[in-house]
């Protein structure tokens, strides 16, 4: 059992989506940094598919039985009883532990993942926190203070894993923001084409689970409106004023602004986790490139597990 302490802003339990019901009217949702949340899990030898808790601000937590757990995402300071632990490796926790996580200090979403899982039942295929339908992963919002969230048994011996430096790079290390052109690219003014490729954004800070807004140039379209369509994760509109959106894990399913890209899956991660304080770069580049991207983004991810 693990007790939420304090609960922090928004904190959730995710997983890797449910997929399969967009038709009717319910998007996959699931983490928002999922490589991050899939190396949490890979951290204490779970697979891609169990649950773990996301957040993205300051938390504290109690192990009510012991458990191996990691930490990934952003920049975030976490102490256990008091002693400092460090993201991006495993630890065990007794029985009692105490977990305080503090920040961000850079980045915005956090994951904590535990040996085996946490225990909320699976709906629909998937055990992630849909809040805008209000089902899901702890009864169906996001964590409070003094609930108890069920986790497995841990009864294996402890193996610590990290996960090394140059895959954390690979994952963030870069203002580029790479994208696929999308159907209606073609309704940005040149003008916006080259201030789309060529200038500055950065995140408006009343971002959401369902996407990001973002600050820079307003773009121009020859055409303001479509008929609705479905919209995929990293799907990137532009709003009748000009403003530059990006969709994300909680996005709708359907959209009536024009789709003019969709971002790279190699860059999600990164796009994720930036901040208002960040500069981004959007580039365009062919489906081919963005397929070797993610290829090679995967491949410099299972060579950085280390095992002791």
């Given amino acids: ?130 809040l805008l339908a209000g089902f899901g992963g702890f009864l169906g919002r996001a964590l409070k203070k003094d609930d108890e969230i069920p986790f497995a048994e841990f009864e294996e011996k402890f193996k610590k894993r990290y996960f090394l430096p140059e895959g954390r790079f690979a994952l963030y290390e870069n203002d580029q923001i790479y994208f696929i052109p999308g159907p209606e690219w073609e309704y940005l003014s040149s003008d916006s084409v080259e201030q789309l490729t060529s200038q500055p954004f950065a995140l408006n800070p009343a971002f959401n689970r369902m996407g990001y807004r973002f600050s820079g140039p307003k773009l121009t379209l020859t055409e303001k409106e479509i008929i609705s369509a479905p919209v995929p994760l990293g799907g990137m509109q532009v709003t009748k004023s000009g403003e530059l959106i990006v969709l994300l894990a909680d996005r709708q399913t359907t959209g009536g602004y024009p789709l003019i890209g969709v971002v790279a899956g190699e860059s999600l991660s990164r796009l994720t986790q930036k901040t208002s304080k960040e500069k981004i770069f959007f580039k365009p580049i062919p489906l081919q490139e963005a397929e070797e991207k993610l290829y090679n983004l995967n491949r410099v991810i299972e060579e950085n597990f280390w095992e002791v």
């Avoid at 757990?69 to 532990?97: C, D, E, I, M």
Wanted: with cysteine.
């Fill in 1 to 130: 059992m693990l007790k939420i302490l304090k609960p922090g802003n928004l904190t959730t339990i995710q997983d890797g989506g449910r997929f399969g019901y967009q038709r009717y009217g319910l998007g996959p949702g699931g983490a928002m940094d999922l490589k991050a949340f899939s190396i949490a899990n890979r951290l204490c030898g779970n697979d891609d598919l169990k649950a773990a808790i996301e957040f993205n601000a300051g938390i504290t937590v109690k192990f009510c039985r012991s458990t191996v757990f990691a930490l990934t995402g952003g920049k975030y300071r976490a102490f256990l009883n008091g002693a400092p632990v460090h993201f991006w490796q495993s630890y065990f926790a007794p029985a009692g532990s105490v977990l305080e996580i503090t920040g961000p200090y850079e980045g915005n979403w956090g994951y904590l993942a535990v040996k085996g899982g946490f225990l909320v039942p699976e709906v629909l295929g998937g055990r992630g926190t849909n």
